[in-house]
């Protein structure tokens, strides 16, 4: 059984900084995509970051483009999602999620229909 636990999430002035962690248990995630979601009150959820575990290849929204990395640490099974440069307009819940069978996306990308399994989501609130 996958399991997927963020935390790291919180309260942060616009232009401060947290990092998020997900740690993911349950399976060998080699083959695996991990990645981050977040959902606003009455929108829908929406692609933030995703990283390959094998190979570390990254895909990110435009709107979190060189402002948020996402990383991994295959001792801890563990993927970060560094927030830098918050704006209020990332106020969301974050979810980590994983896809077993990751696909390549051409002029597009990942959808939260694609992955399997999804932790419980932590908040983030950027005040201005």
């Known amino acids: 059984q996958v399991q997927l636990v963020e935390s790291g999430g919180g309260l942060v002035q616009a232009g401060g900084s947290l990092r998020l962690s997900c740690a993911a248990s349950g399976r060998t995630f080699s083959s695996y995509a991990l990645g981050w979601f977040r959902q606003a009150p009455g929108k829908e959820r929406e692609f933030v970051a995703q990283i390959r575990w094998s190979g570390g290849s990254t895909y990110y929204a435009d709107s979190v483009k060189g402002r948020f990395t996402i990383s991994r640490d295959s001792a801890k099974n563990t993927v970060y999602l560094q927030m830098n440069s918050l704006k209020p307009e990332d106020t969301a819940v974050y979810y980590c999620?994983?896809?077993?069978?990751?696909?390549?996306?051409?002029?597009?990308?990942?959808?939260?229909?694609?992955?399997?399994?999804w932790g419980q989501g932590t908040q983030v609130t950027v005040s201005s």
């Open positions: 999620a994983a896809d077993r069978s990751p696909g390549f996306y051409v002029g597009r990308l990942p959808r939260p229909y694609e992955y399997d399994y």
